[in-house]
């Protein structure tokens, strides 16, 4: 079992930056490849971002590439997003996800979520 929980979230102007964090309480955090999915309102979830269990590889949508970075610190059991360049579409909940050995772009492969945080960017 792994349990997750998503902070800083808040709100934040257009240009600006946030960094969520993630963290990780159970066994063998580890082992898991972990990663951030978004949900608008109305709108489905989507994938933002990923890390391999050893941070060797990063994955990213396109549309957060070059200002979103994904990092972890398994000694910490903690995962972090740092946001730049906000724009007022990365609005929405982000949730922190988890899944053993591989995670994908595909949410339906996930095995543990976290409750989600809520970004709001103003324009």
């Known amino acids: 079992q792994l349990q997750l929980v998503e902070s800083g979230g808040g709100l934040v102007q257009a240009g600006g930056s946030l960094r969520l964090a993630c963290l990780a309480s159970g066994r063998s955090f580890y082992i898991y490849a972990v990663g951030w999915f978004r949900q608008a309102p109305g709108k489905e979830r989507e994938f933002v971002a990923a890390i391999s269990w050893n941070g060797g590889d990063t994955f990213y949508a396109d549309s957060v590439k070059g200002r979103f970075t994904i990092s972890r610190d398994n000694a910490k059991n903690t995962m972090s997003l740092q946001m730049n360049s906000l724009k007022p579409e990365d609005t929405a909940v982000y949730y922190c996800?988890?899944?053993?050995?591989?995670?994908?772009?595909?949410?339906?492969?996930?095995?543990?979520w976290g409750k989600g945080t809520l970004v709001t960017v103003s324009s």
């Open positions: 996800a988890a899944k053993r050995f591989v995670l994908t772009a595909d949410g339906a492969q996930v095995e543990y």
